[in-house]
């Protein structure tokens, strides 16, 4: 008898747990800017939800409280644009020039960190050649203006590698805007050819939630984040 009174509590503990525990997804609907109302897909669309930790109550007391917690989880999300991303100067003569800028826009609701990797001086791309370097320089403003910059704020292209922060504020959610210059320095033992280099820009988003997949920024497995927390 003290056993199956043991099994029949432990099953009674199982099935509470269990229907505290369910986690139900359910139908989501977006409101659009235009006014209309679209059901969204699971898979494709921007937001989900779940109804988790049911309650019950059987007993004659007078008074009940009940707690109701809505919890949202916001992921990180980021807007950019470049206006290009390769500049091709000709040159017929050995000079100091400058190029108008390339414009690049961000956009985001959380830290992002910009890194540059292989930024260098202009090399020599095929054979030999005197001088196998163009020296290589570039200049980034925010200022709205985008006025041409002077001799003394260039920055050499192997100083352009590095990580910097971009930090979560109102004007990043809003969306900032940067101006990036090239000059190059072509001198006279600098040899006829085409000299080449190519960096790299990557940005990461610093607060991402684990729930997002991080290669394609599709939908992971919301459900194992409903948590138990009010």
């Known amino acids: 008898m003290n056993r199956f009174l043991v099994i029949l509590v432990l099953a009674v503990i199982g099935v509470l747990g269990f229907a505290q525990g369910t986690v139900r997804s359910l ?9 209309s109302v679209v059901q969204l897909d699971e898979n494709t669309g921007n937001a989900r939800a779940y109804a988790s930790m ?23 999300w980021a807007e950019w644009s470049i206006s290009a991303t390769k ?7 050995p000079g100091d020039y400058y190029a108008d ?3 690049f826009s961000l956009k985001s609701n959380g830290d992002v960190q910009l890194s540059a990797s292989g930024f260098n001086d202009l090399e020599y791309a095929t054979g030999g050649g005197v001088n196998r370097y163009i020296e290589t320089y570039y200049y980034l403003t925010t200022d709205a203006s985008n006025t041409p910059p002077s001799t003394s704020v260039w920055v050499r292209a192997s100083d352009v590698n590095g ?3 971009v930090e979560d504020s109102a004007a990043l959610h809003e969306g900032m805007t940067a101006h990036l210059w090239n000059r190059i320095h072509v001198v006279n033992c600098n040899s006829a050819s085409t000299y080449r280099d190519t960096g790299i820009i990557t940005l990461t988003l610093l607060n991402q939630k684990p729930w997002i997949n991080p290669d394609d920024g599709s939908w992971g497995n919301t459900v194992d984040y409903v948590t138990q927390e009010k």
């Open 87 to 93: 500049w091709t100067w000709f040159v017929r003569k």
């Open 101 to 103: 800028a390339i414009q």
């Open 54 to 76: 049911s309650a019950e109550g059987s007993c004659n007391k007078k008074v009940w409280t009940l707690q109701f917690t809505t919890e949202v989880q916001v992921a990180q």
């Open 163 to 165: 990580s910097l922060v």
């Open 27 to 35: 139908d989501v609907w977006e409101i659009t800017g235009s006014g």
